[in-house]
């Protein structure tokens, strides 16, 4: 090999090591991008947790820029990194204390909220820089030594990034097939599996990864929440609760308590893990939490004591979807109609062409007896395409008007298309019976019992009509 053959690669395999730090800023960019996003729920000492993003950022700032400009050896390059950090550390504290003594508490956390916010949109503009370069390095490393296992991670990672998933795995599994074990294919790996959602190859990768590493608190909550995907109760659980005995009020393992129960219709132990979640830091809570709660209320039909936190969540953001439909649902449910009116419509202002809101605006405005405004909005829910509850909305209303005879038509009408529905046959029954009809009324209830379906409030109706 001739002198400059080995100073290029002295210079290719210096670049190789650096991404190695490279690979691991970018891990810590996501992870501080969560912790971010987390703040409002899981943050109990907001000082300290500030200063300690700040920190983070600077870190990877200083990081990004040596990686990128840095002409030093790698001994050089860690030691120009652990001095910048450290001269740079007494110097972000002093800001802090400025702000602090400058500012209300309120609007210092909102600033640096904020000012994180527009750092770590930095750093990723500056790694996004440095992809294209990147790339070619490691594929000049993959020219020289061809199953080169940073080169292989580094391109399956830079392709992971862009959203190429499947060259991404080509890269990851090559790399595994040269270096079984390394724990950067396989995490890459798995999270690329997990965003085609195939979450069972995804779990069998991050299993291998916990052989190496059984007490990553991050894979262990992916890999409980891989198996909530596949409706693994069990073992999504157990994970779940093997993570909060390692980490006591873990955000991530209560939230997804509290969606694996909410899935599978155990509400009241959903409303715990999510309670919990909310007691943990009441005063900076996630709205989802809040929507979350009010949502199991609304499932075991409390929904007075949901609507406080549908209407905490709409303090917070006037135009939540989850808020507004959830104050109006309660409302519903307390069989106060003319109070859910508002909050549907307030629905339809941001979304008008939501078929399923229209048409329960119609039901609240024919519940009042406004007859003529809730034919208005089951009309344009079915302008929109045909809904059987705007269908159904307009027979009631000719139900309630007294119109037995059209209404029995609209019925039959709806019955020979969804022959399977109940209620359809419930409401028949209803309209022989003003007709004082009973024999057709039972005969509408029996043709449901022919079609094998055991439905409890057909039997009950039909009980009480042979009763009287």
Same mark, same amino acid.
């Given at each position: ?63 990004? +820029? ?20 450290? +001269? ?41 820089? +440095? ?194 439909? @959830? ?72 139900? @309630? ?68």
């Amino acid at each position: 090999m001739q002198m400059a053959d080995i100073s290029r690669w002295e210079s290719i395999k210096i670049k190789e090591e650096k991404q190695k730090y490279l690979e691991i800023l970018n891990e810590e960019t996501k992870l501080l991008s969560q912790d971010v996003e987390q703040f409002a729920t899981i943050n109990k000492d907001n000082q300290k947790y500030i200063d300690d993003l700040n920190f983070d950022i600077t870190n990877l700032k200083i990081s990004v +820029s040596s990686f990128v400009e840095s002409e030093a050896s790698i001994e050089e390059f860690v030691e120009r990194i652990k001095h910048e950090i450290l +001269s740079n550390k007494s110097n972000i504290e002093n800001k802090n204390n400025i702000l602090t003594q400058a500012l209300t508490e309120n609007d210092e956390l909102q600033i640096k909220i904020d000012s994180l916010n527009k750092e770590i949109e930095k750093i990723k503009l500056e790694v996004n820089n +440095s992809t294209k370069e990147a790339i070619e390095a490691f594929n000049q490393i993959l020219n020289i030594e061809e199953n080169n296992n940073y080169a292989l991670v580094g391109l399956g990672d830079s392709e992971r990034k862009q959203c190429h998933f499947k060259e991404a795995i080509e890269y990851y599994s090559k790399c595994l097939s040269c270096h079984p074990g390394n724990n950067y294919a396989l995490f890459g790996l798995a999270d690329c599996y997990k965003a085609i959602n195939q979450y069972k190859k995804a779990i069998e990768i991050w299993e291998q990864y916990l052989v190496h590493d059984d007490r990553n608190i991050t894979v262990l909550t992916r890999v409980a929440d891989a198996y909530r995907k596949i409706r693994d109760f069990k073992k999504s659980k157990n994970l779940y609760l093997k993570v909060l005995d390692m980490e006591e009020n873990n955000a991530y393992a209560l939230i997804g308590l509290g969606h694996l129960h909410y899935d599978f219709k155990e509400y009241k132990d959903a409303l715990f893990y999510w309670t919990q979640m909310l007691e943990m830091n009441p005063s900076h809570v996630d709205i989802r939490v809040l929507t979350s709660i009010g949502n199991c209320h609304r499932k075991i039909k409390t929904f007075e004591k949901g609507l406080p936190y549908f209407e905490k969540a709409l303090e917070l953001d006037p135009n939540n979807f989850y808020a507004l439909f @959830g104050i109006a649902d309660c409302y519903r449910g307390m069989n106060q109609q003319f109070r859910s009116v508002g909050y549907w419509n307030k629905i339809l202002e941001i979304d008008p062409k939501n078929k399923v809101i229209l048409t329960r605006t119609g039901d609240a405005y024919r519940n009042t007896g406004d007859y003529a405004t809730a034919a208005e909005y089951y009309n344009r829910a079915m302008d929109i395409d045909f809904d059987i509850y705007a269908a159904l909305g307009l027979a009631l209303i000719c139900k @309630g008007e007294g119109k037995f005879e059209e209404a029995a038509d609209r019925l039959n009408q709806l019955i020979s298309g969804d022959p399977k529905n109940y209620r359809l046959y419930i409401d028949l029954a209803d309209c022989h019976l003003k007709m004082n009809n009973k024999k057709e009324a039972l005969e509408t209830l029996h043709s449901f019992q022919k079609l094998g379906i055991k439905n409890q409030a057909i039997n009950d109706f039909i009980d009480q009509i042979q009763e009287n």
